[in-house]
């Protein structure tokens, strides 16, 4: 089997604000092969830049798009694409954007090989550790206290037994951040885990004085509250906060989490399978926190390809027990896949379906596609990257 196109879609909704919402806009990657077996991938980035980044024709040996780098390559040969798109990328890749953008293509991959074998992608993976998991409903903070305390009864009205809200108005003063904070666990009651995101928005001393504030409301953990950077900044946090620090979900590359666990003594590492390079990548991340004896959990704020993956990756992790389920609206998140991932008694569970266990809805795809050409980039335009 040859891998014979890589095709990047790119989809957008009519409507996309500055909101923290990554499902307003995406990149699906269908890669193609001559057995007549197709893969589906998605990638969190910016998704034009992606796209240019697959779609980019050969420069030099180090600098080429990754379509050029898996053309005419052997789609069960996963570790080997991985090198060589690193390798082709190298020269203005390494971090970042390249990597985001490997994701798509890299879990394409496996849906590829899991139908050719008939097998769900966790078990390629060696999972199997857990079948089901408990789904947080994410979602952004009200604009509030007030909106923020009605979105918690509402979720919890609809049996979710853990809720986390996030961003919007945090970080715009000590008397705002607390009611929010308040009004979530009101909202949720006693009864309903909570998690807070802080969305990158406090200095150092003030993290660790609203970790100390935000103890009275019990939460399971408080989620990026410093710079992905501020290693230093990370260690004086989790050793004085009361509640779990959770971080990961800005970063790619796999010397970074291990740094954010090791200096930076996070709890909760966050892999997003999207953001750093694929199942291969977050699995090996995944191993690293369990290595060390932290939780590790999915960032998803996205489409149903992501969920999809994203329960494939934590099953086979010994130390996952949540799955972060976006909750907010947007067609893209409702619609794409067929496949709708329904929440039953607080809990998700993985498909047992070969590969991923995705099918898109092509009307949905036409509709929201940029450009809409159809066209992706083929072997036959270059055959130059068929060998090696």
Known sequence: MKITGV??????????????????ETLL???????????????????????????APLSHKLCRGLAACVLGQDPFEIDRLIHRMIEGSIFFGRQGAAIQAMSGI??????????????????LLGGGFRKKFRAYASILLGDTPDET????????????????????PMGLSEESDIAHVRAARKGVGAGVELMIDAGLCW??????????????????????????????????????????????????????????MDKGAIDVVQVDVTRVGGLARSKRIGWDSAERHRLCVNHSYKTGVNIAASLHFLAALPNSHYFEYCVAQGALRQSLTRQKFPVIDGDIWVSEEPGLGVDLDENVVEKYRVGRNGKGFTAREDQSTTTG
């Open 203 to 260: 200095d150092t001393a003030t993290a660790i004085r609203r970790a100390r504030q935000f103890e009275e409301f019990n939460l399971v953990w408080l989620e990026e509250p410093l710079q992905p950077d501020n290693l230093e900044g990370y260690a004086r946090l989790s050793t004085q906060a009361p509640m779990r620090i959770a971080a990961g979900e800005e970063i790619c590359d796999i010397a970074e989490f291990s740094a954010l």
């Open 29 to 55: 990657v269908k890669v193609h092969t001559d057995a007549g077996i197709s893969g589906v991938g998605e990638v969190d980035s910016s998704g034009l830049v992606a796209k240019a980044i697959i779609e």
């Open 149 to 168: 305390e009605r979105i918690g009864a509402q979720l919890a009205a609809k049996g979710y037994k853990a809720v986390k809200f996030g961003w919007g």
């Open 7 to 24: 095709e990047p879609i790119h989809l957008r909704l009519p409507d996309v604000s500055e909101r923290c919402d990554g499902s307003q």
């Open 106 to 123: 890299e879990i394409a991959l496996w849906d590829i090989v899991g139908k050719a074998v008939g097998c769900p992608v966790y078990k």
